[in-house]
C-alpha cells in the first residue's frame, strides 16, 4: 500500500470512527485499505468502501464476509482470483456503510492514480460494483456522468483506453434481496473478464449487450 494511502487522515469523520473502533475492535486493522491482487493486471475491479468485519477487520479488500466470499468464488468459477487488481472507491470504512459524497472526492486521488496505472494497458477494464464505485470511475477519469448512466450489465467507454463494466455491488443486501443472484453476478464479471482478456469471449456472456443492463 503506497505510504500516502497508509497514513492519510483526511476524512475527520472517518478518523474518529477509528478511534472508536481501536478500542472496540482492537484486533481489527481500522486504517486506510489498498489494493490487491495483480497490480499489472488489465481488470480492475472497484467495490465501494470497506466494511466493518470484511476489510476492516482484515485489512484486504473484499475478504472476510459475504461479499468477498461471493467475488472470490466467483472469479475462482471462471479461473481468474489471482489474475485481477481489486480495490474500493473508498478506502476507509464508511460511517453505517455510507460514504458521504465529501469522502468519496477526498479519495479520489487513490483512485486516479489505480487507474491511471490501468490506462494505457491492452484491454484495460474496470468493474465498477454498484452506481457509487461507477460514479467514482467516471469522475476520476474526468468523464460527465450523464450519457453514462449505471446499469447493471451495461458496459461504457469513458475514455483513456479503459472499458468500464458495470454490476450491482455483491453485497449480503442485494443478494439476500433478490436484486442480485449468483448467475446475474457471474455474467456480468464474465463480461468484464472477456472485456479484458482474461476469458474467451466465445463462452457465454449472458446475452448482455452493449450499454444495454437493468438500470440499478
Ligand atoms: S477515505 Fe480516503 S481520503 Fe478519506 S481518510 Fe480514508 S484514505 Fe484518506
Same mark, same amino acid.
Given at each position: 500500500?503506497?505510504?500516502?494511502?497508509?497514513?492519510?487522515?483526511?476524512?475527520?469523520?472517518?478518523?474518529?470512527?477509528?478511534?472508536?473502533?481501536?478500542?472496540?475492535?482492537?484486533?481489527?486493522?481500522?486504517?486506510?485499505?489498498?489494493?490487491?491482487?495483480?497490480?499489472?493486471?488489465?481488470?480492475?475491479?472497484?467495490?465501494?468502501?470497506?466494511?466493518?468485519?470484511?476489510?476492516?477487520?482484515?485489512?484486504?479488500?473484499?475478504?472476510?464476509?459475504?461479499?468477498?466470499?461471493?467475488?472470490?468464488?466467483?472469479?475462482?468459477?471462471?479461473?481468474?482470483?489471482?489474475?485481477?487488481?481489486? +480495490?474500493?472507491?473508498?478506502?476507509?470504512? %464508511? $460511517?453505517?456503510?455510507?460514504? #458521504?459524497? /465529501?469522502?468519496?472526492?477526498? !479519495?479520489? @486521488?487513490?483512485?486516479?492514480?489505480?487507474?491511471?496505472?490501468?490506462?494505457?494497458?491492452?484491454?484495460?477494464?474496470?468493474?465498477?460494483?454498484?452506481?457509487?464505485?461507477?460514479?467514482?470511475?467516471?469522475?476520476?477519469?474526468?468523464?460527465?456522468?450523464?450519457?453514462?448512466?449505471?446499469?447493471?450489465?451495461?458496459?461504457?467507454?469513458?475514455?483513456?483506453?479503459?472499458?468500464?463494466?458495470?454490476?450491482?455491488?455483491?453485497?449480503?443486501?442485494? +443478494?439476500?434481496?433478490?436484486?442480485?443472484? %449468483? $448467475?446475474?453476478?457471474?455474467? #456480468?464479471? /464474465?463480461?468484464?473478464?472477456? !472485456?479484458? @482478456?482474461?476469458?474467451?469471449?466465445?463462452?457465454?456472456?449472458?446475452?448482455?449487450?452493449?450499454?444495454?443492463?437493468?438500470?440499478?
Amino acid at each position: 500500500m503506497p505510504r500516502a494511502l497508509a497514513d492519510c487522515r483526511r476524512c475527520r469523520r472517518l478518523q474518529h470512527q477509528f478511534n472508536r473502533l481501536r478500542v472496540q475492535y482492537p484486533d481489527y486493522w481500522n486504517r486506510p485499505v489498498g489494493a490487491i491482487g495483480d497490480p499489472m493486471s488489465p481488470l480492475l475491479i472497484v467495490g465501494l468502501a470497506p466494511g466493518l468485519h470484511g476489510a476492516n477487520r482484515t485489512g484486504q479488500p473484499f475478504t472476510g464476509d459475504a461479499s468477498g466470499d461471493l467475488l472470490f468464488s466467483t472469479l475462482t468459477e471462471l479461473e481468474i482470483a489471482g489474475r485481477v487488481q481489486i +480495490t474500493n472507491a473508498v478506502k476507509c470504512l %464508511p $460511517v453505517s456503510n455510507k460514504p #458521504a459524497g /465529501r469522502e468519496v472526492d477526498n !479519495c479520489q @486521488g487513490y483512485l486516479r492514480a489505480e487507474l491511471a496505472q490501468l490506462a494505457g494497458r491492452p484491454d484495460a477494464t474496470v468493474l465498477a460494483l454498484g452506481r457509487i464505485a461507477h460514479n467514482a470511475v467516471l469522475k476520476a477519469l474526468g468523464k460527465p456522468q450523464n450519457g453514462c448512466r449505471f446499469a447493471h450489465g451495461a458496459q461504457h467507454e469513458p475514455g483513456q483506453g479503459i472499458a468500464l463494466v458495470d454490476s450491482y455491488h455483491c453485497s449480503r443486501y442485494n +443478494t439476500q434481496t433478490g436484486r442480485l443472484t %449468483p $448467475v446475474m453476478f457471474q455474467q #456480468a464479471v /464474465r463480461r468484464a473478464a472477456v !472485456c479484458a @482478456g482474461l476469458v474467451l469471449s466465445g463462452s457465454d456472456a449472458g446475452g448482455l449487450q452493449a450499454g444495454s443492463g437493468a438500470n440499478g
